[in-house]
């Protein structure tokens, strides 16, 4: 049996969290970068990003979802 990488192991476990709890892991991976200094700024390219969050959301009611965040924010 091949032994998994520790990143393999991670990316199991990551499909495993809801769609909420993988995007909380984004935006917190993404600050830890920022804070390292790892993240380079440079342009985003939007193009890039289209089709990103397909289905994250899937069957959940665009305003109930800002609303749940707003209300997590306070």
Known sequence: MPRTSTLGKIEKE?????PQEQ???VEKL???LRKTGIAIKKELDW???YGLGK???RGEDAQ???NRL???RI
């Open 70 to 72: 707003r209300k997590d």
């Open 55 to 57: 289905g994250l959301w």
């Open 64 to 66: 109930e979802y800002v």
């Open 47 to 49: 193009k890039a990003l």
């Open 30 to 32: 993404a600050h830890q």
């Open 23 to 25: 995007l909380k892991l």
């Open 14 to 18: 990551v499909e495993r969290l809801s």
